[in-house]
């Protein structure tokens, strides 16, 4: 449970987030704060970058839907970066292994959690596209498949220290979810070390912040 | 129910600190529209010095550090800021390095972070225009062309190529 006090002080204002969309490993001695939410849950992971290629760190998910939370080691690896004088790619493997625990009165004990995953993107100054998955196993509480592309636009370049603006529409994909595909239009909005997003899900009308934080 | 409460107010503050140190550490950044992408020389500013190529390249891991070349289609000048500009003043070496996969204000920050670290270094600006990290040394610094490579893949980034001196300047000899 220390791991998990841990990682609820981290998860804090845990009604927003951001998705791994936005570089998941930092530079090297790094840290970032990362908050997500979706449709069905809200997350929160601080990592640090030990190297350019991979971090680790503690993050925290609470299941709104399904009433337990997820506390977990989760790293992510730079499998790939691809370099141009315009564009930069990148593939990243993703995991994390835990403990869900039953919350809000759920009577469900303590459960081994794992999920693991892929990430892709490509990005211009201008341009944006990006996948993304996940499968978790969380035991007695469930399993699930989610996948989620992402692409979108910046109407101006910004240059170092601008504010910048992306226009985006995210499709999210979860086929056990009554719902299985959802609609996000977004905007994000970063400068500096601080990256915001705001957008609604036009299927499921739920809003969507997502926030990370860099240092 | 308090907690979380109690927690989200122990991470904001922490992130204004933060902010508010990183601002008083690198108050340049703030100012970053002032700067001017120079491709001539100004001649009130101070001589830099000769090339100075110390050539100490470290062993490197598995990523090559070496600049893909020593000379590159780009030949943009150094970005001139206010920071950059008295660094210049203050006879410090002029280096313009270009860099690949710099599309966004982190790759900026990786940039900043990475570099401003660095005792040689007396100022820094990333342009996002001329994909370029662009530097002054302090005077009498060295820091070779394979140590800004190697830095530059620390904030996970390339180097394609570096010019210095004179030629960082935008002149032709």
């Known amino acids: 449970m220390r791991l998990a006090l841990v990682v609820a002080l981290v998860t804090a204002t845990s009604i927003s987030s951001l998705k791994a969309w936005s570089r998941p490993v930092s530079y090297a001695g790094g840290w970032t704060i990362i908050e997500e939410s979706d449709r069905q849950a809200s997350s929160a992971l601080i990592h ?64 081994l959690a794992t999920y693991g995953g892929v990430m892709a993107d490509w990005e211009t100054r201008t341009l944006f596209i990006g996948y993304r998955n996940r499968y978790l196993n969380s035991g007695h509480f469930g399993d699930q498949f989610m996948q989620a592309v992402r692409a979108g636009f910046a109407p101006y370049k910004g240059d170092s220290g601008d504010l910048h603006t992306w226009l985006m529409l995210e499709i999210d994909h979860r086929p056990k979810d009554g719902e299985p595909m959802t609609a996000t239009p977004l905007i994000r909005l970063f400068k500096g070390p601080l990256l915001l997003e705001a957008g609604y899900n036009l299927t499921v009308n739920q809003p969507l912040f997502n926030f990370t934080y860099r240092f | 129910m308090h907690l979380p409460i109690l927690m989200s107010f122990l991470v904001n503050v922490a992130a204004i600190f933060s902010v508010t140190a990183n601002a008083q550490e690198h108050p340049d950044h703030n100012h970053h529209a002032e700067h001017q992408h120079t491709m001539g020389v100004d001649p009130t500013q101070a001589q830099p010095a000769e090339q100075n190529h110390d050539n100490d390249d470290e062993s490197l891991d598995t990523h090559s550090a070496a600049p893909a070349s020593k000379t590159t289609a780009n030949t943009a000048a150094l970005t001139r800021t206010e920071d950059i500009d008295t660094a210049l003043s203050a006879g410090g070496e002029p280096i313009v390095a270009d860099v690949l996969g710099v599309v966004c204000d982190f790759c900026a920050l990786a940039m900043n972070k990475i570099f401003s670290k660095r005792g040689e270094v007396a100022a820094i600006y990333v342009d996002l225009d001329t994909k370029t990290l662009n530097l002054v040394l302090i005077p009498g610094a060295t820091l070779s062309d394979g140590r800004i490579a190697e830095l530059a893949i620390q904030a996970g980034y390339r180097v394609a190529g570096i010019r210095r001196g004179t030629e960082a300047l935008g002149r032709t000899s």
């Open chain 1, 48 to 111: 640090y970058t030990p190297s350019p290629n991979w971090s680790a760190g503690i993050r925290t998910e609470v299941n709104r839907d399904a009433d337990y939370a997820i506390y977990s080691i989760h790293p992510t690896f730079l499998a790939k970066r691809w370099f141009g004088a315009d564009y930069q790619g990148n593939f990243y493997i993703h995991g994390g292994a835990g403990v869900a625990t039953g919350i809000n009165d759920n009577p469900l004990g303590d459960e």
